[in-house]
C-alpha cells in the first residue's frame, strides 16, 4: 500500500508538472485558428509559422541575445565578488562576530521586495545614464545576486578544511593563491548549484527589465514576450513559441552542470 500511495504522489507530481508544458509546446505548433476557435486538444495542423513570426516580426532573437549576455554576464560577475565575499566571512572573525551581521545585511538585499526599491533603482540608472542598456541591467542583477551567493558559498566554504589552506600556505602559496587552487575546485559543485539558481532567477526577472528597457535593443525575454499581449487580444501561438525557445538555455545549463547541481545540493547532508 505504501509503495501504491508513493506512486500515485510521484505520478500526480508529474502531471501537474508536465502538462503545462505539452499545453505550451502543442500550442506552439498550432494555427491560431485552433487556438482561438476551435481550441482543439490535440493539434490537427502543425505549423512552424508561430516560431518564424516570432523572430521575423517580434525581434525575438535580439531578446534572447540579451538576456543570455546580461543573464550571463551578472551571474558570473556576483560569482566571482559574492565568493569572495563568503569566504571572508567564513574564514575570518570580526570584532563582535560582526561577519554574522554582514551576511545578513547582504541578504536582505534579496528579502525585500523588489516592488519597494524599484522607483530608486529606476533613477540611479537614470543618472549614471543606462538605461535601456546591457550595462544597466547588469550592474541591477549583479548587485541582487550578491547578496544570495554570499548565503549560498558561505556554508560550502565552512565544510572545507581550513588545514588544507594553511598547507598550501606553508608551502609558500599566499592565501589568493590557495583559495584559487585549493578553495574553489573543492567548492565547485557549491559554484555550480549556486550559479544555476543564479541563472533561472536572473534570466526570469521580469520587473526590472520592465523598468529599465524600453526597445529591443535592450530587452530581455520576459519583458520581449509582454510585448505580445495587445489592447486588445494576445498572440497565444507566439507566446507559447518565446515560452519553449526561452525554456531551452535553461534546459540546456542545468544538463551541463546536473552532476556538479547534484553534489552541490547534497554537499554537506551526510557527516
Known amino acids: 500500500m505504501r509503495r501504491v500511495l508513493v506512486a500515485c504522489a510521484l505520478v ?31 493539434p490537427e495542423t502543425l505549423t512552424l509559422d508561430n516560431y518564424r513570426r516570432l523572430f521575423a516580426e517580434r ?20 560569482l566571482v565578488i559574492g565568493s569572495l565575499a563568503a ?6 572573525r570580526l570584532w563582535r ?3 554574522r551581521r554582514i551576511g545578513l545585511a547582504l541578504l536582505t538585499v534579496r ?24 550595462l544597466g541591467l547588469i550592474i541591477v542583477y549583479t548587485a541582487f545576486n550578491v547578496g544570495f551567493v554570499v548565503w549560498m558559498m558561505e556554508s560550502f566554504f565552512r565544510e572545507i578544511p581550513v588545514d588544507l589552506e594553511e598547507a598550501a600556505m606553508v608551502d609558500g602559496d599566499t592565501r589568493l593563491g590557495a583559495f584559487r587552487r585549493i578553495v574553489l575546485p573543492l567548492a565547485a ?11 533561472i532567477v536572473t534570466f ?28 486588445i487580444d494576445v498572440d497565444w501561438g507566439a507566446m507559447s513559441a518565446a515560452g519553449v525557445i526561452a525554456a531551452l538555455p535553461i534546459v540546456f545549463f542545468a544538463l551541463a552542470v546536473q552532476r556538479h547541481l547534484v553534489r552541490g545540493l547534497t554537499l554537506g547532508a551526510v557527516k
Open 97 to 99: 562576530r560582526l561577519e
Open 111 to 134: 528579502i525585500v521586495p523588489a516592488i519597494v526599491i524599484v522607483v530608486p533603482v529606476y533613477l540611479l540608472i537614470l543618472k549614471l545614464g543606462l538605461l535601456n542598456t546591457w
Open 189 to 199: 559543485p557549491g559554484l555550480a548549484a549556486t550559479a544555476i539558481f543564479g541563472v
Open 59 to 78: 525581434h525575438f532573437g535580439s531578446y534572447l541575445t540579451n538576456s543570455i549576455v546580461v543573464t550571463g554576464a551578472s551571474v558570473l560577475v556576483s
Open 12 to 42: 500526480f507530481a508529474l502531471v501537474v508538472t508536465l502538462v503545462p508544458l505539452v499545453w505550451m509546446l502543442e500550442t506552439s505548433v498550432k494555427p491560431n485558428r485552433e487556438i482561438t476557435q476551435e481550441t482543439t486538444l490535440v
Open 204 to 231: 526570469n526577472e521580469f520587473l526590472f527589465a520592465l523598468v529599465l528597457t524600453s526597445t529591443p535593443d535592450a530587452m530581455t525575454v520576459p519583458r520581449g514576450t509582454s510585448t505580445l499581449i495587445g489592447r
Open 87 to 92: 569566504y571572508a566571512i567564513a574564514r575570518f
